[in-house]
């Protein structure tokens, strides 16, 4: 480790796990211990393969019923296992060069919560009474004889007073044994969007002393990111904006939105970039959302959305299944399709592309650091550009994307810089077989125009200085 500067989740690829679906637990806590957590170890040479760096954890402490509504921050969800079978889970997952991230989840508890429990035995005589906004002359949907805030709503997760010091130390001090018994490396934080900038500010110093390279990641799903990341807050957030241009960019025929996103957020040329220079947690899908094999219209785009997901600025994030094409549809009434139990992984084409996306991340610096700008964007044509500059290392990478039916001769616009390029990889829809190309012998003279097949995706690296054959 390299202290501060240290900065290993900028150049990962993270790997979503749900615990409790992917492991087959029980809907409602039972209060059986069963080690259902160690099925992760049987996963981890499917990770290797896939070349993922991280392991980002959903909720895994003991809870009510879905994770979010925790009981115990200390103990491992019962129906997952005990707090040595998570460690071994961990320990293995460092051993094969992963680090692992897990679900902080502060806004809320759930009513199980020892210190909610005290307040429904002993009401205005219980000393956790200020750990929550109560109310003691109102009553709650279930009939506590008391009123207390809940979440957006949802009584059932019972909002913590993060003002309180009591509360603070008792979360502080809870993050402190995970770093010590898991040794993890970093928190997403469940609902950052709700929570107190003092709060933020005090986590992010903590977590800091506890490990100088302690990842802090928040969830928010829209407005002004600021809100939670930069100096002294959060170091990333969640891209829902581009989630969305993401997915919809495809549907509609119309790379423009996505375009527009990554232009407001990352252009280079902008010189309004809200974001150049951030690493923001990117995604296609996850727990709480539609899955993209499921949400596209046209199939033959799945593949053409991770490869532009992984060439534009962030941090790729993979949900557990999506990797080989696992479907799942959110419905209001539950969120149980999206968060299966799979026997054992699969591996399909899809599957090798994605290993061959994240393979070529590890090894051009260009595609985790560099700067970002549009060098064609159409309706259905995009080609964007990742350059690194600087006094170790030069790299300049193209990602071309045709989304269409119809074959597309693009040829670079006047001005640019384009020469001979490597081709890094190299994807068609109509070629059921093919491997990605990775040799220095794949070439291809963009200066002289190429046709990008239907259904395309390819990775250019051009020369640096002055282009030549």
């Given at each position: 480790m390299n202290g501060q500067q240290d900065r290993w989740y900028e150049k990962s690829v993270f790997y979503q796990i749900y615990p409790l679906g992917f492991c087959g637990a029980p809907q409602e806590n039972d209060g059986n211990v069963t080690p259902r957590i160690r099925k992760v170890l049987d996963w981890i040479p499917h990770l290797k393969r896939l070349h993922m760096d991280a392991v980002y954890f959903c909720p895994v402490f003991e809870s009510d019923r879905h994770g979010y509504d925790t009981r115990d921050y200390r103990r491992i969800d019962a129906r997952l296992g005990s707090n040595a079978d998570f460690a071994d889970v961990c320990r293995a997952l460092h051993e094969n060069g992963m680090h692992v991230v897990l679900d902080g989840v502060f806004n809320h508890v759930g009513r199980g919560f020892f210190a909610f429990q005290d307040v429904l035995k002993n009401r205005e005589h219980s000393p956790y009474k200020d750990w929550f906004f109560l109310n003691f002359g109102g009553n709650s949907c279930f009939n506590d004889g008391f009123w207390y805030e809940g979440w957006e709503g949802h009584y059932e997760l019972v909002k913590l007073n993060l003002r309180n010091p009591e509360v603070t130390a008792y979360l502080f001090e809870s993050i402190r044994g995970w770093v010590e018994a898991f040794q993890i490396d970093g928190l997403r934080l469940d609902v950052a969007y709700c929570l107190d900038t003092e709060f933020l500010r005090k986590l992010r110093s903590f977590c800091e002393g506890l490990k100088p390279d302690f990842f802090l990641v928040g969830e928010i799903l829209s407005g002004d990111y600021r809100r939670i990341i930069g100096p002294g807050l959060l170091q990333s957030c969640t891209n829902y904006e581009c989630r969305k241009g993401l997915y919809s960019s495809f549907n509609d025929l119309n790379l423009f939105e996505i375009g527009h996103s990554l232009d407001r957020m990352f252009g280079q040329n902008n010189q309004y970039a809200l974001y150049k220079g951030e690493h923001l947690l990117s995604f296609v899908d996850n727990h709480d959302v539609t899955r993209a094999a499921t949400i596209l219209k046209e199939k033959r785009h799945l593949p053409l959305l991770y490869g532009l997901l992984f060439g534009m600025p962030g941090i790729p994030c993979?949900?557990?299944?999506?990797?080989?094409?696992?479907?799942?549809?959110?419905?209001?009434?539950?969120?149980?399709?999206?968060?299966?139990?799979?026997?054992?992984?699969?591996?399909?084409?899809?599957?090798?592309?994605?290993?061959?996306?994240?393979?070529?991340?590890?090894?051009?610096?260009?595609?985790?650091?560099?700067?970002?700008?549009?060098?064609?964007?159409?309706?259905?044509?995009?080609?964007?550009?990742?350059?690194?500059?600087?006094?170790?290392?030069?790299?300049?990478?193209?990602?071309?994307?045709?989304?269409?039916?119809?074959?597309?001769?693009?040829?670079?616009?006047?001005?640019?810089?384009?020469?001979?390029?490597?081709?890094?990889?190299?994807?068609?829809?109509?070629?059921?077989?093919?491997?990605?190309?990775?040799?220095?012998?794949?070439?291809?003279?963009?200066?002289?125009?190429?046709?990008?097949?239907?259904?395309?995706?390819?990775?250019?690296?051009?020369?640096?200085?002055q282009d030549r054959p």
């Amino acid at each position: 480790m390299n202290g501060q500067q240290d900065r290993w989740y900028e150049k990962s690829v993270f790997y979503q796990i749900y615990p409790l679906g992917f492991c087959g637990a029980p809907q409602e806590n039972d209060g059986n211990v069963t080690p259902r957590i160690r099925k992760v170890l049987d996963w981890i040479p499917h990770l290797k393969r896939l070349h993922m760096d991280a392991v980002y954890f959903c909720p895994v402490f003991e809870s009510d019923r879905h994770g979010y509504d925790t009981r115990d921050y200390r103990r491992i969800d019962a129906r997952l296992g005990s707090n040595a079978d998570f460690a071994d889970v961990c320990r293995a997952l460092h051993e094969n060069g992963m680090h692992v991230v897990l679900d902080g989840v502060f806004n809320h508890v759930g009513r199980g919560f020892f210190a909610f429990q005290d307040v429904l035995k002993n009401r205005e005589h219980s000393p956790y009474k200020d750990w929550f906004f109560l109310n003691f002359g109102g009553n709650s949907c279930f009939n506590d004889g008391f009123w207390y805030e809940g979440w957006e709503g949802h009584y059932e997760l019972v909002k913590l007073n993060l003002r309180n010091p009591e509360v603070t130390a008792y979360l502080f001090e809870s993050i402190r044994g995970w770093v010590e018994a898991f040794q993890i490396d970093g928190l997403r934080l469940d609902v950052a969007y709700c929570l107190d900038t003092e709060f933020l500010r005090k986590l992010r110093s903590f977590c800091e002393g506890l490990k100088p390279d302690f990842f802090l990641v928040g969830e928010i799903l829209s407005g002004d990111y600021r809100r939670i990341i930069g100096p002294g807050l959060l170091q990333s957030c969640t891209n829902y904006e581009c989630r969305k241009g993401l997915y919809s960019s495809f549907n509609d025929l119309n790379l423009f939105e996505i375009g527009h996103s990554l232009d407001r957020m990352f252009g280079q040329n902008n010189q309004y970039a809200l974001y150049k220079g951030e690493h923001l947690l990117s995604f296609v899908d996850n727990h709480d959302v539609t899955r993209a094999a499921t949400i596209l219209k046209e199939k033959r785009h799945l593949p053409l959305l991770y490869g532009l997901l992984f060439g534009m600025p962030g941090i790729p994030c993979i949900y557990y299944g999506s990797e080989w094409g696992a479907e799942g549809d959110r419905t209001r009434e539950s969120d149980a399709a999206l968060r299966p139990s799979f026997d054992a992984p699969e591996w399909n084409r899809l599957s090798d592309l994605i290993a061959a996306l994240s393979y070529g991340r590890e090894n051009c610096p260009a595609l985790s650091e560099g700067s970002y700008r549009h060098i064609l964007l159409q309706n259905r044509q995009l080609v964007i550009e990742r350059a690194l500059s600087g006094t170790d290392q030069e790299e300049r990478i193209w990602i071309a994307l045709n989304i269409d039916s119809m074959p597309y001769r693009f040829s670079p616009p006047a001005g640019e810089r384009a020469g001979r390029a490597e081709v890094l990889l190299s994807w068609t829809g109509a070629a059921e077989n093919q491997d990605p190309p990775c040799s220095d012998e794949n070439k291809e003279e963009l200066s002289k125009g190429v046709i990008l097949p239907p259904y395309s995706l390819s990775y250019w690296r051009l020369r640096t200085g002055q282009d030549r054959p």
